[in-house]
């Protein structure tokens, strides 16, 4: 029996979801490249994804959960296994209010920029510097996602996972987190967290700012997958890059920004092969030149 078949009859426990064989994921990555995963699963409920997931770990079989597909490098072979995606799960409401502030509750697979346009309507500050980075919440947590002097972590409360043991509440002091990252003991669910109320007016001026120096510094309108590789030593990676002499080097249709260094974009028919190629490259040049050792933000 295939690993679909075997997943549809978890329906006769309780699951709900839709099931998918061959999908290419090239369609679910923000670089447009990646090839076939074997099995793509979307949950519509948390009961559905702790079933999910108890089946395939009973079964040892190979699974990853896909966000956005915005921070991502997914292979030319594609994925064999399961692929989840959360997509369903768009949902954010405030759960608690006082004086000075609000309480969010916030699904995994709820888009970061429907939250961070959700806190601006509301007056609520604390995710400006978020504003138009793409994704979901659950890859914003595991990836603690930031920009401008704000990390995603900041603001978060505690953390609903699916681990092991099933269903559990985690605690914001009990998750490990830096730059760029967060130790949870499982697959994401779902969020609280804590914003201050603020003066509308200005968390919108804020934002627009941060915004508009997006949109003059970074290659919003290509095929990218956001930064390639974290701040390194005491400048950027880009900055790094740049000083290296390799904006606009290419591989294949792979090349480096000539808008911003760190972001290597895809010119139409990239792959994931030459992708990784340009990255040694890179790598390479900037240990040559700086005697600094980049180290990746994508997720390969």
């Known amino acids: 029996m295939k690993v679909s078949e075997q997943i549809g009859l978890l329906k006769e426990d309780g699951f709900a979801g839709e099931v998918m064989e061959d999908v290419l994921l090239r369609d679910y990555t923000s670089l447009r490249i990646g090839g076939p995963c074997e099995v793509m699963v979307s949950p519509k409920d948390p009961y559905s994804l702790k079933l999910l997931i108890e089946f395939l770990r009973e079964h040892s079989i190979e699974y990853f959960v896909l966000g956005g597909g915005t921070n991502i490098l997914v292979s030319d072979r594609g994925y064999n296994g399961v692929v989840i995606t959360l997509r369903h799960w768009q949902r954010v409401e405030t759960v608690e209010t006082s004086k000075d502030q609000e309480t969010l509750f916030v699904m995994a697979g709820t888009s970061l920029a429907m939250v961070v346009g959700y806190a601006r309507d509301r007056g609520l500050t604390g995710l400006e510097g978020l504003v138009g980075i793409p994704g979901t919440v659950g890859g914003a947590t595991v990836g603690n996602a930031g920009a401008f002097g704000y990390e995603f972590m900041d603001v978060v409360d505690r953390v609903t996972v699916v681990g092991p043991s099933g269903m559990e509440v985690i605690q914001k002091g009990d998750i490990e987190f830096g730059y760029r990252y967060a130790v949870l003991p499982g697959t994401v669910v779902a969020v609280h967290l804590v914003l ?44 790094l890059i740049e000083e290296a002499g390799l904006k606009g080097k290419r591989i294949g249709d792979i090349m480096v920004s000539e808008k911003h260094a760190n972001f290597f974009i895809n010119l139409g028919s990239g792959s994931a092969e030459d992708f990784v190629k340009l990255m040694e490259l890179v790598r390479q040049e900037v240990m040559r030149q700086f005697s600094v050792e980049l180290e990746p933000e994508i997720k390969l």
Do not use: H, N
Not at 199 to 218: C, G, H, S, V
């Open 196 to 239: 201050r109320k603020a003066d509308p007016q200005e968390i919108k001026t804020r934002m627009k700012e941060f915004l508009e120096k997006k949109k003059a510094t970074q290659p919003l309108d290509t095929l990218s997958a956001g930064c390639v590789y974290k701040i390194a030593a005491d400048a950027t990676a880009g900055k």
